[in-house]
């Protein structure tokens, strides 16, 4: 893993594993204080994008290409993932991405994550909640304080 700016220009001049990069991403994260479940959102993710290049002969930051990244989206439909799960991965490639061109100013290489559109997703409207169902609600409302500040939020 690179631990200067000198080490992390070596690695990429030399194409680094992808496995080492990711590994410097999630020190990144890390270091940036961010919430233990956005750390295990991006390890998860993005072990299913390894486990995609491994099965591809993708070894490098550099062999990721924008097709590659189609049939990793492709891929993770195959293997049964829901709509929102490979959108899910594909915003943590695309953060992955974004942070490598970054740290790693590669020259001569295009980041292919900007030719790669984020999967639609269908927004089903929620099904309305039934006036008996909120008529139960308001009914476990007290007359203090709470019980009113409650009333108020269900009426909302």
Same mark, same amino acid.
């Given at each position: ?29 890390? !270091? %940036? ?14 072990? =299913?994008?390894? %486990?995609?290049? %491994?099965?591809?002969? /993708? ?6 290409? @924008? ?5 990793? *989206? ?18 943590? *490639? ?9 740290? !790693?100013? @590669? ?5 292919? /994550? ?16 039934? =006036?008996?169902?909120?008529?139960? *609600? *308001? ?13 108020? /939020?269900?009426?909302?």
């Amino acid at each position: 893993m690179p631990q200067t700016q000198n080490d992390q220009w070596t690695i990429t001049k030399t194409g680094a594993h992808l496995e080492s990069w990711l590994e410097a991403f999630l020190v990144d994260r890390k !270091a %940036q204080n961010l919430a233990a479940g956005t750390l295990y959102f991006y390890t998860k993710k993005l072990a =299913l994008f390894i %486990q995609f290049c %491994q099965g591809q002969a /993708i070894s490098t930051v550099e062999h990721i290409t @924008p097709d590659s990244i189609r049939r990793y *989206l492709f891929w993770l439909e195959e293997t049964r993932h829901n709509p929102g799960g490979i959108h899910d991965c594909y915003r943590a *490639l695309k953060t992955f991405l974004l942070w490598y061109e970054d740290e !790693a100013e @590669p020259e001569n290489w295009r980041n292919p /994550i900007r030719r790669v559109r984020a999967p639609r997703l269908a927004l089903e409207p929620l099904a309305p909640v039934l =006036l008996e169902a909120v008529s139960r *609600l *308001l009914s476990t409302c007290e007359a203090d304080f709470h019980g009113l500040r409650d009333r108020a /939020i269900i009426l909302t």
